[in-house]
């Protein structure tokens, strides 16, 4: 295995209503579920509203941390955004090739850290694994997730439910230079940016999208999603993506009164996302899926875990959705199949995916990550596997060469580094990143 230098000494995955609900959600197999019955076009409040709230905003170096999700990035975990780099080619002499973007160049990687008391955020260069830790004095939120933002080419934090605020970052030094509200009590779960001033956040507690221009939290409107609820008159609205000017949101339909439990379909929201008009609304094969859509180049699709309830390995998997003609594949893989519940999916290529899934055990839910062939369905292999909910995130390295894995393992906690072509793993020990490392994302 090859080593490379950490100049510093020095949990689960994305959580959908803070800390307890996510224990709730793994050790007493309750989950979230996405769901609606109807559909309909949304109804966009513009900011000449005399009724609609102004989103309030704090500056600050206020606090804030990252699960699972990596964010959402959507990347993930660390997100995506639809832009075109330039750049030129010829095939033949004389010929003009279409113009490709070119790639961005992501140096850094975002990890947000906690102990669940606690919260910080470090980096870790991608080309050495040298990591910077607690960049925040102050420590930041317990309970957050991390996002960054091919458009405006910043990271945000989101605070979640306790905080309920955005972090803007500066791209260069990673100092917070703004901190807006959201609204109290709204638990902000993803950011999607459209451009510099137009940007969606959903907001688990509430049952619309929040409008805002992005840097600087100003409202800009909102999209109501009540239709969607269930009887409790909340849609859990949570992971978003991006592409090609559509917004997709995932919406959990829970039974706030049985433990969060599942209580019809879960559906994929089109949105418009210029004029914040609901388009469609998609019928998933399985239940409950979590965290954000990640989207996978070598498909030209959307992969979306479908967790399902956790007491059972039943109506849940991996789903396709393809954008070019808003079409689902059914589950490509189930559960039964990967063994476990799935929180996160990642494809890599048309015959090899990985997931984050949850086992159950004599003393409750063990982590692995595990690899899949997206064309015949079948688990194909585990890369790690531990006792207990210690393995928080998966994300792929821009350049798809590196699997990298936040462990929360106590004993010696830290990023793991493994090579996608041999599934080994590259770092001799985990990567210190202060507290616990529960998300990551990737920045220029």
């Known amino acids: 295995m090859i080593s490379k230098l950490n100049n510093t000494g020095a949990e689960p995955f994305l959580k959908k209503t803070g800390f307890v609900n996510l224990f709730i959600g793994i050790a007493l197999a309750a989950a979230m579920v996405l769901g609606c019955d109807t559909g309909s076009e949304g109804d966009v409040d513009d900011d000449d509203d005399d009724t609609e709230e102004d989103a309030s905003k704090e500056t600050g170096s206020g606090g804030s941390e990252e699960s699972g999700s990596g964010g959402s990035e959507e990347s993930d975990s660390g997100g995506s955004a639809d832009t075109d780099a330039g750049g030129g080619t010829e095939k033949d002499a004389g010929v003009d090739a279409a113009t490709e973007p070119e790639p961005p160049e992501y140096t850094t990687a975002l990890v947000i850290t906690t102990d669940y008391s606690e919260g910080n955020y470090s980096t870790v260069a991608m080309d050495d694994y040298r990591a910077t830790i607690n960049i925040n004095d102050m420590g930041i939120h317990s309970d957050a997730v991390c996002h960054f933002d091919l458009v405006t080419e910043t990271p945000f934090i989101i605070l979640r439910l306790g905080s309920d605020a955005i972090n803007v970052l500066n791209p260069d030094t990673f100092e ?201 369905g079948k688990k194909t292999g585990t890369v790690i596997e531990t006792e207990g909910w210690t393995y928080s995130d998966i994300v792929l390295t821009p350049d798809l060469t590196e699997l990298w894995v936040a462990d929360r393992t106590s004993e010696n906690p830290g990023i793991r580094v493994f090579d996608t072509e041999t599934d080994e793993e590259i770092t001799d020990e985990p990567i210190d990143v202060g507290l616990p490392p529960s998300g990551i994302c990737f920045v220029l």
């Open 176 to 376: 917070i230079v703004e901190e807006y509200s959201v609204v109290p009590g709204s638990n902000p779960y993803d950011i999607e940016v459209v451009s510099s001033e137009r940007a969606y956040i959903s907001r688990y507690e509430l049952n619309e999208l929040l409008i805002v221009e992005p840097l600087t939290g100003e409202e800009v409107g909102t999209v109501d999603l009540s239709e969607f609820a269930d009887d409790d008159g909340i849609p859990e609205v949570s992971g978003l993506a991006m592409k090609d000017g559509k917004l997709y949101a995932l919406v959990a339909r829970l039974d706030r009164d049985n433990s969060w439990t599942p209580v019809g379909d879960s559906y994929l929201i089109v949105i418009d996302a210029e004029t914040g008009e609901v388009e469609a609304d998609l019928e998933l094969a399985g239940a409950n899926p979590y965290g954000q859509p990640e989207y996978s180049e070598a498909l030209g699709k959307f992969v979306i875990a479908e967790a399902g309830e956790f007491s059972d390995l039943e109506n849940a998997g991996i789903e396709l959705f393809d954008p070019a003609d808003q079409t689902l594949s059914g589950l490509i893989v189930t559960e039964e199949e990967l063994g476990g519940n799935v929180t996160k999916a990642l494809v890599l290529s048309k015959t090899k995916g990985y997931a984050l899934i949850g086992v159950q055990g004599d003393n409750g839910s063990n982590t692995h990550v595990v690899t899949f062939n997206p064309e015949t």
